[in-house]
C-alpha cells in the first residue's frame, strides 16, 4: 500500500532541529557560526547583549539593546527585530521580520520625553520605567507585532503581524490587532494542558524526531490523532 500524505510528510521531515538551523543558516551568507549551533547573519547589533542557548539563528539587521536578553535552544529571529532588554525568550520560538520588544517606556508625563543623551545628558531616560519582558515556549511572533514592558507571553501563544501587545498572552491562545483584542484558544484547552504537561521543550533532539508526528498534526482539524499522540507520551 502507498504511503499516505501524512506518512510522506513525516517521513520527509528533517532529522533534528539543530540541522535545522544549520540547513537554514547557510542559506543566508555569510552568516557567522558565534558558538556552537548559534548563527548570526551580518549586521546584527550587540549581539553580546544576549545569551543563546543553541540553535539559534539571528538574521540580518537585529539590533539587541539594553542587557539580560536570554534566547533559548531553537529559536530564531527574523530580519530586523528590535529587542530592547530585560527580555527572555524560551526554546523553539520564532520571530517573524521586524518584531520590536521593549521593556522600557520613555516617560510622557514630563516636558520633553526625549531620553536621547544629546538632551540633557539623557537624564530624562532615568525617569522611564522597565519591567521585564517574557516569552514562552514554541511562540510565533508575526512580522511586525510589537511587545510592550511588563508582558508575559505564554508557551504556544501566537501574537498576529501587526499586533500591539499591552497585556499577558495566555498559553496557547491566539491575540491581534492594535491594541491587541482579548485572546482566543489555538485549539480544545484539554489538548492545550496535555501538551503544556509534556513539557515538550526539554526533549533532546533525538526524541523530538521520534515524536515528529506530534508536531505535524492539526489540533484544530484532527483532535482525535492529537488525542491519541499525547496520550503514547
Avoid at 62 to 73: A, D, K, P, W
Wanted: proline share 7%; charged share 20%; net charge neutral.
Amino acid at each position: 500500500m502507498a504511503p499516505s500524505i501524512r506518512q510522506r510528510v513525516t517521513n520527509g521531515a528533517l532529522g533534528t532541529l539543530s540541522k535545522t538551523t544549520r540547513a537554514i543558516a547557510t542559506r543566508m551568507p555569510p552568516a557567522s557560526e558565534v558558538q556552537p549551533d548559534v548563527w548570526i547573519a551580518p549586521g546584527v547589533d550587540r549581539a553580546h547583549a544576549a545569551t543563546f542557548e543553541g540553535g539559534n539563528v539571528i538574521s540580518r539587521g537585529v539590533s539587541f539593546q539594553g542587557h539580560n536578553i536570554e534566547i533559548g535552544r531553537g529559536t530564531t529571529i527574523g530580519i530586523g527585530c528590535i529587542l530592547s532588554g530585560p527580555v527572555s525568550i524560551g526554546r523553539f520560538t520564532q520571530f517573524g521580520s521586524y518584531v520590536g520588544v521593549y521593556s522600557a517606556d520613555h516617560p510622557i508625563d514630563v516636558a520633553v520625553p526625549n531620553v536621547n543623551s544629546r538632551f540633557i545628558g539623557g537624564l530624562v531616560g532615568d525617569l522611564g520605567e522597565i519591567a521585564p519582558v517574557r516569552i514562552g515556549h514554541g511562540c510565533w511572533l508575526g512580522h511586525g507585532a510589537v511587545i510592550l514592558r511588563g508582558v508575559t507571553i505564554g508557551n504556544g501563544a501566537v501574537v498576529g503581524a501587526g499586533s500591539v501587545v499591552r497585556g499577558d498572552v495566555p498559553p496557547y491562545m491566539v491575540t491581534t490587532g492594535v491594541p491587541a483584542g482579548e485572546p482566543r484558544p489555538r485549539f480544545d484547552r484539554k489538548l492545550a494542558d496535555a501538551l503544556e504537561s509534556a513539557t515538550w521543550w526539554d526533549w533532546p533532539d533525538d526524541v523530538l524526531e521520534t515524536r515528529k508526528a506530534l508536531f505535524l498534526t492539526s489540533f484544530r482539524d484532527d483532535p482525535d490523532e492529537a488525542t491519541r499522540l499525547l496520550g503514547e507520551l
